[in-house]
Protein backbone atom coordinates (compact mmCIF):
# COMPACT_ATOMS: atom_id res chain seq x y z
CA UNK A 1 0.00 0.00 0.00
CA UNK A 2 1.46 3.52 -0.83
CA UNK A 3 2.76 5.91 2.35
CA UNK A 4 4.09 8.69 2.79
CA UNK A 5 7.57 8.35 3.85
CA UNK A 6 9.25 10.46 6.54
CA UNK A 7 13.26 11.29 7.71
CA UNK A 8 14.65 11.17 9.99
CA UNK A 9 12.39 10.14 12.44
CA UNK A 10 14.55 11.84 15.09
CA UNK A 11 16.54 14.48 14.71
CA UNK A 12 18.19 16.33 18.16
CA UNK A 13 19.66 19.95 17.35
CA UNK A 14 21.08 23.02 18.76
CA UNK A 15 18.62 25.96 19.15
CA UNK A 16 19.69 28.29 15.98
CA UNK A 17 21.00 25.67 13.79
CA UNK A 18 18.99 25.11 10.49
CA UNK A 19 16.89 21.95 9.82
CA UNK A 20 15.94 20.18 6.99
CA UNK A 21 12.68 17.45 7.13
CA UNK A 22 12.11 15.35 4.25
CA UNK A 23 8.82 14.10 3.06
CA UNK A 24 8.37 11.56 0.20
CA UNK A 25 4.57 11.74 -0.72
CA UNK A 26 2.59 9.24 -2.65
CA UNK A 27 3.42 9.26 -5.84
CA UNK A 28 0.01 10.41 -7.46
CA UNK A 29 -0.96 13.12 -5.20
CA UNK A 30 -0.89 16.60 -5.78
CA UNK A 31 -1.39 18.22 -2.76
CA UNK A 32 1.44 18.38 0.42
CA UNK A 33 1.18 19.53 3.74
CA UNK A 34 2.94 19.73 6.90
CA UNK A 35 1.76 19.47 10.23
CA UNK A 36 3.38 20.01 13.62
CA UNK A 37 2.07 18.37 16.75
CA UNK A 38 3.75 19.62 20.12
CA UNK A 39 3.86 16.53 23.02
CA UNK A 40 0.11 16.69 24.23
CA UNK A 41 -1.03 19.39 22.13
CA UNK A 42 -3.05 19.55 18.82
CA UNK A 43 -2.26 18.65 15.50
CA UNK A 44 -1.51 22.25 13.60
CA UNK A 45 -1.35 23.12 10.30
CA UNK A 46 1.50 24.44 9.11
CA UNK A 47 1.66 24.69 5.54
CA UNK A 48 -0.38 23.49 2.32
CA UNK A 49 1.45 22.93 -1.11
CA UNK A 50 0.16 22.74 -5.03
CA UNK A 51 1.50 23.35 -7.78
CA UNK A 52 4.73 24.55 -7.30
CA UNK A 53 3.97 27.04 -4.84
CA UNK A 54 2.71 27.48 -1.28
CA UNK A 55 -1.57 27.46 -1.53
CA UNK A 56 -1.95 28.21 1.89
CA UNK A 57 -0.37 28.71 5.56
CA UNK A 58 -0.58 29.66 9.26
CA UNK A 59 0.03 32.08 11.08
CA UNK A 60 2.67 29.37 12.17
CA UNK A 61 4.66 29.71 9.39
CA UNK A 62 6.97 32.64 9.60
CA UNK A 63 9.92 33.76 7.93
CA UNK A 64 11.91 31.13 9.37
CA UNK A 65 9.79 28.46 7.43
CA UNK A 66 10.20 27.24 4.19
CA UNK A 67 8.81 24.16 2.27
CA UNK A 68 10.96 23.35 -1.60
CA UNK A 69 9.60 20.45 -3.85
CA UNK A 70 13.66 20.21 -5.35
CA UNK A 71 12.52 17.05 -7.66
CA UNK A 72 9.43 14.70 -8.60
CA UNK A 73 9.70 13.10 -4.79
CA UNK A 74 10.86 15.10 -2.41
CA UNK A 75 8.86 17.61 -0.45
CA UNK A 76 10.96 19.44 2.58
CA UNK A 77 10.43 22.00 4.97
CA UNK A 78 13.32 23.82 6.71
CA UNK A 79 13.42 25.43 9.61
CA UNK A 80 16.25 27.99 9.36
CA UNK A 81 17.02 28.68 12.97
CA UNK A 82 15.60 27.07 15.13
CA UNK A 83 13.80 28.26 18.47
CA UNK A 84 12.87 25.72 21.51
CA UNK A 85 9.40 26.49 21.33
CA UNK A 86 10.34 24.50 17.17
CA UNK A 87 10.91 21.17 19.17
CA UNK A 88 7.72 18.77 18.31
CA UNK A 89 6.56 16.03 16.08
CA UNK A 90 6.01 17.46 12.39
CA UNK A 91 4.22 15.07 10.24
CA UNK A 92 3.94 15.20 6.24
CA UNK A 93 1.18 14.50 4.49
CA UNK A 94 -0.50 14.30 0.98
CA UNK A 95 -3.95 13.93 -1.07
CA UNK A 96 -5.13 13.46 -4.39
CA UNK A 97 -7.26 16.44 -3.95
CA UNK A 98 -7.77 19.29 -2.01
CA UNK A 99 -9.69 18.60 1.62
CA UNK A 100 -11.78 21.15 0.37
CA UNK A 101 -13.24 18.82 -2.05
CA UNK A 102 -12.98 15.81 0.06
CA UNK A 103 -9.52 14.70 -0.50
CA UNK A 104 -8.75 12.34 2.19
CA UNK A 105 -5.10 13.41 3.67
CA UNK A 106 -2.42 10.44 4.12
CA UNK A 107 0.35 11.53 7.13
CA UNK A 108 3.78 9.82 7.70
CA UNK A 109 5.02 8.52 10.57
CA UNK A 110 6.21 11.83 12.06
CA UNK A 111 9.76 13.11 12.53
CA UNK A 112 10.17 14.27 16.04
CA UNK A 113 12.51 17.65 16.40
CA UNK A 114 13.96 18.43 19.84
CA UNK A 115 15.46 21.74 19.80
CA UNK A 116 18.31 22.22 22.89
CA UNK B 1 -12.02 29.04 21.53
CA UNK B 2 -11.25 25.31 19.47
CA UNK B 3 -12.84 25.56 16.40
CA UNK B 4 -13.56 21.76 16.33
CA UNK B 5 -14.53 20.69 20.43
CA UNK B 6 -14.06 16.95 21.07
CA UNK B 7 -15.31 15.39 24.13
CA UNK B 8 -14.97 13.74 26.54
CA UNK B 9 -10.77 14.14 26.26
CA UNK B 10 -10.18 10.79 27.89
CA UNK B 11 -11.91 8.00 28.18
CA UNK B 12 -11.18 4.79 29.94
CA UNK B 13 -13.52 1.75 29.48
CA UNK B 14 -13.75 -2.47 29.84
CA UNK B 15 -13.48 -4.83 26.75
CA UNK B 16 -16.70 -5.18 25.66
CA UNK B 17 -18.59 -2.08 26.51
CA UNK B 18 -19.89 0.60 24.04
CA UNK B 19 -18.70 4.13 23.88
CA UNK B 20 -19.48 7.18 21.77
CA UNK B 21 -17.34 10.88 21.34
CA UNK B 22 -18.01 14.07 19.76
CA UNK B 23 -17.29 16.52 17.92
CA UNK B 24 -18.76 19.70 18.06
CA UNK B 25 -18.18 23.39 16.14
CA UNK B 26 -20.29 26.67 16.21
CA UNK B 27 -19.09 26.64 12.26
CA UNK B 28 -20.60 24.59 8.94
CA UNK B 29 -18.13 22.41 7.71
CA UNK B 30 -18.39 21.33 3.84
CA UNK B 31 -16.76 17.94 5.09
CA UNK B 32 -15.09 16.11 8.22
CA UNK B 33 -12.99 13.43 8.82
CA UNK B 34 -12.19 10.80 11.63
CA UNK B 35 -8.27 9.60 12.30
CA UNK B 36 -7.39 7.29 14.92
CA UNK B 37 -3.46 8.46 16.19
CA UNK B 38 -1.24 5.65 17.82
CA UNK B 39 1.79 6.86 20.34
CA UNK B 40 4.80 8.10 18.20
CA UNK B 41 2.74 7.74 14.95
CA UNK B 42 0.88 10.32 12.55
CA UNK B 43 -2.70 10.07 12.02
CA UNK B 44 -4.61 7.21 9.91
CA UNK B 45 -7.78 7.79 8.22
CA UNK B 46 -10.55 6.39 9.64
CA UNK B 47 -13.56 7.85 7.49
CA UNK B 48 -14.51 10.95 5.94
CA UNK B 49 -18.20 12.20 6.24
CA UNK B 50 -19.63 15.03 3.83
CA UNK B 51 -23.46 15.11 3.49
CA UNK B 52 -25.54 15.95 6.24
CA UNK B 53 -26.92 13.44 8.36
CA UNK B 54 -24.65 11.24 6.56
CA UNK B 55 -24.16 7.88 8.86
CA UNK B 56 -21.07 5.59 7.57
CA UNK B 57 -20.12 2.53 9.21
CA UNK B 58 -16.94 1.08 9.65
CA UNK B 59 -16.76 -2.67 11.18
CA UNK B 60 -17.85 -1.98 15.02
CA UNK B 61 -17.70 1.92 14.27
CA UNK B 62 -20.04 4.51 13.47
CA UNK B 63 -19.82 7.66 12.56
CA UNK B 64 -22.43 10.06 12.08
CA UNK B 65 -22.14 13.89 10.53
CA UNK B 66 -24.86 16.29 11.75
CA UNK B 67 -27.93 17.68 10.14
CA UNK B 68 -26.34 20.93 9.97
CA UNK B 69 -22.77 19.44 9.05
CA UNK B 70 -21.44 21.49 12.97
CA UNK B 71 -21.00 18.30 14.31
CA UNK B 72 -20.13 15.05 13.96
CA UNK B 73 -20.59 11.71 16.64
CA UNK B 74 -18.22 8.30 17.03
CA UNK B 75 -19.68 5.13 18.50
CA UNK B 76 -17.53 2.09 18.54
CA UNK B 77 -19.65 -1.25 19.64
CA UNK B 78 -17.88 -4.06 21.78
CA UNK B 79 -14.53 -2.12 21.97
CA UNK B 80 -11.50 -3.87 22.53
CA UNK B 81 -8.10 -3.44 23.52
CA UNK B 82 -6.98 -2.40 19.90
CA UNK B 83 -9.31 0.39 19.65
CA UNK B 84 -7.01 1.82 22.20
CA UNK B 85 -5.70 5.24 20.83
CA UNK B 86 -5.98 9.15 20.00
CA UNK B 87 -9.42 9.78 18.18
CA UNK B 88 -8.81 12.45 15.95
CA UNK B 89 -11.97 14.64 14.05
CA UNK B 90 -10.97 17.36 11.63
CA UNK B 91 -12.57 19.34 9.06
CA UNK B 92 -12.27 22.17 6.54
CA UNK B 93 -14.82 25.19 7.18
CA UNK B 94 -17.46 25.97 4.29
CA UNK B 95 -15.39 28.21 1.80
CA UNK B 96 -12.17 27.34 3.50
CA UNK B 97 -9.76 24.40 1.88
CA UNK B 98 -7.54 23.80 5.10
CA UNK B 99 -7.78 20.88 7.31
CA UNK B 100 -8.17 21.54 10.76
CA UNK B 101 -7.79 19.61 13.86
CA UNK B 102 -9.53 19.14 17.35
CA UNK B 103 -7.37 18.18 20.25
CA UNK B 104 -9.11 14.38 20.29
CA UNK B 105 -10.40 11.79 22.56
CA UNK B 106 -7.70 9.53 24.53
CA UNK B 107 -9.56 5.90 24.40
CA UNK B 108 -8.10 3.42 26.77
CA UNK B 109 -9.87 -0.12 26.05
CA UNK B 110 -8.57 -2.44 29.04
CA UNK B 111 -9.28 -6.07 28.85
Known amino acids: EPEVTQTPSHQVTQMGQEVILRCVPI?????FYWYRQILGQKVEFLVSFYNNEISEKSEIFDDQFSVERPDGSNFTLKIRSTKLEDSAMYFC??????????????FGEGSRLTVL | TQLLEQSPQFLSIQEGENLTVYCNSS?????LQWYRQEPGEGPVLLVTVVTGGEVKKLKRLTFQFGDARKDSSLHITAAQPGDTGLYLC???????????FGKGTMLLVSP
Open chain 1, 27 to 31: SNHLY
Open chain 2, 90 to 100: AGVQSGYSTLT
Open chain 2, 27 to 31: SVFSS
Open chain 1, 93 to 106: ASSEATPAGTGELF
